[in-house]
């Protein structure tokens, strides 16, 4: 696509649900990265990937958030039995490749605990 | 102590000023970011820099990899230019290839 699409762009869940968070990235792209922003804040680093390869996921805050890219495209960030401090912007950015290339951020998905 | 530390933290200038934000950092890196935050949420990338200076209308950037040191100038300022600006690191070190942000320069220009 034209930019980096993110899905669902809102999501109010109750304590304990599931929620599964997309990111299509830009055609082509090779790295993918995963940041959560809290209000007032700056990103912070979740995870990133290199085609379907998980490079990096010392930013996962603990054993219940995951994440995916099985074919090298489309990535899911999983959050399993969510909590209220989970509640927080969930950004995916893509680049050609990692190094010096220029990152490209989604609108990002507003993730509301309740 | 953040790696990556920005001042100041909040700017409020008048149409015309001419603006300066500053991005500090810690770590040996290979490229620097500065990327703008609309107040609708979206993240624009607005220049990479791994040396020297670079120019985008009224926007210029300049780093000193010496120092460890980077700012974000604009030039005859606009309300338009209302956003918070995020100065982002790559560190060159390990085999990681992540972004490290600093927290962000709230900048208001009023009429």
Not at chain 1, 39 to 45: D, K, N
Not at chain 1, 79 to 102: F, K, P, V
Request: aromatic residues 8%; positive net charge; contains cysteine.
């Amino acid at each position: 696509g034209a930019g980096v699409s993110q899905s669902p762009r809102y999501k109010v869940t109750k304590r304990g649900q599931d929620v599964a968070l997309r990111c299509d990235p830009i055609s082509g792209h090779v790295s993918l990265y995963w940041y959560r922003q809290a209000l007032g804040q700056g990103p912070e680093f979740l995870t990133y990937f290199n085609y379907e390869a998980q490079q990096d996921k010392s930013g996962l805050p603990n054993d219940r958030f995951s994440a995916e890219r099985p074919e090298g495209s489309i990535s899911t960030l999983t959050i399993q039995r969510t909590e209220q401090r989970d509640s927080a912007m969930y950004r995916c950015a893509s680049s050609l490749g990692t190094g010096g290339n220029t990152i490209y951020f989604g609108e990002g998905s507003w993730l509301t605990v309740v | 102590k953040n790696e990556v530390e920005q001042s100041p933290q909040n700017l409020t200038a008048q149409e015309g000023e001419f603006i300066t934000i500053n991005c500090s950092y810690s770590v040996g890196i290979s490229a620097l970011h500065w990327l703008q935050q609309h107040p609708g949420g979206g993240i624009v990338s607005l220049f990479m820099l791994s040396s020297g200076k670079k120019k985008h209308g009224r926007l210029i950037a300049t780093i000193n990899i010496q120092e460890k040191h980077s700012s974000l100038h604009i030039t005859a300022s606009h309300p338009r230019d209302s956003a918070v600006y995020i100065c982002a690191v790559l560190p060159n070190t390990g085999t990681a290839s992540k972004l490290t942000f600093g927290t962000g320069t709230r900048l208001q220009v009023t009429l």
